[in-house]
């Protein structure tokens, strides 16, 4: 019979439906993403889960204020977020919405469940409201009278609520934290058990009354259940607890890994565990609080507006560039400070110079000394034998690196041995070999090179997606599905070709001006207040506008990021756009003229302040320029970045 797979269940935090993702939500999700491809190539049975986070009082305001019905505007930001991680080459198994109905069944189920054993009771609560949080607090929980997680001003507050009896668990979650190592970093633990065990936990409110989009108390339905009873579940019920099939429950919960950044490991390390020790459910077994991208000192967030778009990013320098930056530059748990600067030279140094430059001078120096053909020389030099044992420490190294995880560190190893292989190169100097006829030497140096980047390229699958995949093709080999074959002399002969580079080198100075003035623009068109209504009620078929009429009309470059069928619409396609701004949904009627697939990448003219409307279900933020060719409707394709004016 065959061995079962031991598996390994991974999850980012379900992010808030309230505006567009930044690479602060990017690097949580990246980083459990590198975790979860080098664990399925490492022979787990792998489940990565990420979604979103859909009720709640800030969705319901953000809803309005772009005059949609949460459900409609939800399901937008959905699919936005979705496009988002198919660009970074997220490999997700699940992606729950906490307004799946089987979640919402769920949650209403596990909340009658806790009340009806008494974990649960109704009582009054009065105390400090942070709204930007929709937290409660009490007065030793503030900092300075303000919020302890976001610093901002809170509110006297009174309001009939559930309650969940967090203080019976207290006992428990600080044996939890620690006499385990459920909670990592560690420092993570001081900052638990100093700010809120030892101050004594509280009970929890755990439902509002004072707005509806939610998921109702069943048994008291002006009730809605508040945001982190309703969230922290999501961990289960996507896995099919509370339902019919609970297959995968059983095959994967406890979670291995709950990752996150700071400001949520109370929730996920004080408050979860209870919730589940109520349930008489197994714990996760790791909870891991990461430090935060800072921008300018100041943490990157989308109530503050120093967002950082990462289709921007993508766009200029490539998936791999961002991956790389924030897996690499950010010492996993601490915070660091982003700038485009670091990102930039990162790129230039590590990629294109490191990585880059021994890929281009190992494969084109295989092709003019050997026409391609490299094979394992009979013998291997004995001087070489530091090169070769640096190439078989790797996987050990980074596997351990991993489990921790440091991915940085992990990363460093990898390029270490980049590094030694490009110093390898200038020590050996394979052009002076072949000036002097040295082909015994030469073969072996060439063939020591190869290895070393055949085994980089595995090592670094999980973490960038695309270039090793290209190097593979470089070393006319598969690309490998796991680590087999992650030692030195495994690999008897090589047929190279040159390939293309990663990226070209960046021009710093140019590309940082280029960078502000694509920032400066969308700042500037954040302010610019449009929408005045320049209707006429004329009933003229043909009428003059003023060039004031016409401008009223914003006209936008967007990016064809991705694009699908509408179910039983034969004209209808969805498409999801980049505005240079952030992601849109838009329908549009062309299905006769494209397919999907061929529109992917594609540029477009956008009618942007255009009224969402509803077509077949879906609301379509806009409308997208074509013209009639043989009376099939074709896109009109501009050139230029997306978010550019048209006019
Ligand atoms: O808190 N640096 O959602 P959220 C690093 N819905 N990571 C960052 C970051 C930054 N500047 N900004 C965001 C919520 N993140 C809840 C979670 S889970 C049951 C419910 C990442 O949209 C990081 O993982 O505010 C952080 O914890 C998360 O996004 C917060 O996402």
């Known amino acids: 019979m065959a061995k079962k797979k031991k598996t390994f269940y991974i999850s980012t935090p379900i992010y808030y439906s309230s505006g567009s993702l930044h690479i602060g939500h990017c690097y949580t999700t990246v980083a459990c993403d590198a975790v979860a491809r080098f664990k399925r190539m490492d022979g787990y049975d792998v489940y990565y889960l990420t979604g979103t986070d859909e009720h709640g009082q800030k969705v319901q305001e953000a809803a309005k204020e772009r005059g949609l019905t949460p459900q409609d505007f939800v399901a937008g930001l959905a699919d936005n977020v979705q496009a988002l991680w198919k660009r970074l080459d997220i490999s997700n198994d699940g992606f729950i919405r906490t307004t799946d109905p089987d979640h919402e069944k769920a949650v209403a189920d596990i909340f ?23 937290s409660f607090w009490t007065e030793g929980q503030l900092v300075d009278g303000k919020c302890p997680d976001c610093g901002r001003e809170v509110t006297d507050s009174q309001e009939e609520c559930y309650f969940f009896r967090l203080s019976k668990y207290s006992d428990r979650i600080r044996k939890l934290l620690t006499e385990t190592d459920f909670l990592q970093p560690d420092s993570r633990v001081k900052e638990m058990v100093n700010n809120f065990i030892d101050k004594g936990l509280s009970d929890l409110a755990v439902t509002r009354t004072s707005f509806d989009w939610g998921i109702k108390v ?36 406890p979670c291995d890994m709950h990752m996150m950044a700071k400001e949520i490991v109370r ?73 485009n600067e670091l990102l930039l030279t990162t790129i230039n140094t590590e990629l294109v110079n490191d990585l880059g ?17 490299v094979t394992k020389p009979k013998t291997l030099d004995d001087k070489d034998k530091y090169f070769a044992e640096a190439i078989d420490g790797m996987l050990d190294s980074v596997r351990a690196d991993i489990d921790k995880p440091l991915l940085s560190k992990a990363l460093e190893t990898i390029f ?69 074959s992650c030692k030195h002399g495994v690999v008897n002969s090589y047929t190279t070709k040159v390939i293309e580079p990663i990226l070209n080198r960046l021009d710093i100075k140019k590309e940082l001006e280029e960078l502000d003035k694509i920032a400066d623009d969308i700042n500037g ?60 949904t838009i329908v549009s ?59």
């Open 525 to 584: 068109k954040k302010k610019e207040v449009k929408k005045e209504d320049k209707h006429n009620n004329d009933d003229a078929p043909v009428k003059e506008i003023s060039i004031d009429e016409f401008f009223a009309t914003d006209l936008r470059v967007v990016d064809i990021i991705s694009c699908e069928k509408v179910e039983r619409a034969n004209k209808l396609l969805k498409l999801q756009v980049f505005d240079g701004e952030r992601m849109r």
């Open 218 to 253: 069943p048994f008291d339905p002006k009730h809605v259940i508040y945001v982190w009873i309703d969230a922290l579940p999501n961990y289960v019920t996507a896995l099919g607890y509370g339902g019919k099939d609970k297959t995968k429950f059983d095959k994967y919960w």
């Open 416 to 484: 270490g041995v980049i590094d030694m292989s490009n110093k390898y190169i200038d020590l050996n100097k394979p052009w002076e070999l072949k000036k002097t006829g040295d082909t015994a030497r030469l073969e072996v140096v060439m063939y020591n090179l190869l290895e070393s980047i055949r085994v980089c390229a595995n090592l670094l699958l999980p973490f960038i997606t695309n270039y090793p995949r290209r190097i593979f093709d470089g070393l006319g080999l598969p690309v490998p599905a796991d680590f087999a």
């Open 267 to 339: 929730f996920h390390s004080i408050v979860w565990p209870a919730i589940l020790m109520a349930l008489d459910l197994p714990l996760p077994k790791r909870v891991y609080g990461h430090g935060w991208i800072m921008f300018d000192g100041d943490k990157m967030s989308k109530s503050k507006g120093n967002v950082v778009d990462p289709f921007i990013l993508t766009d200029r320098y490539g998936v791999d560039a961002l991956r790389y930056y924030l897996l690499r530059s950010v010492p996993f748990g601490d915070d660091s400070n982003y700038t």
């Open 589 to 647: 009627g062309i299905a006769k003229a494209y397919t999907p697939d061929e529109l992917v990448g594609k540029k477009a003219v956008l009618v942007a302040n255009l009224k969402p409307a509803k077509l077949c279900g879906i609301v379509s933020e806009g409308m997208l320029l074509c013209s009639t060719v043989d009376g099939l409707p074709r896109l009109i394709t501009p050139v230029g970045n997306a978010g550019e004016k048209v006019c």
């Open 357 to 373: 430059n021994l890929v281009r001078r190992t494969l084109s120096m295989s092709e003019q000394y050997f026409g391609g053909k």
């Open 112 to 134: 009658t469940k806790l009340y009806e054993k008494g974990d649960i009771y109704k009582s009054v609560y009065e105390g400090k409201y942070c709204k930007p949080c929709e």
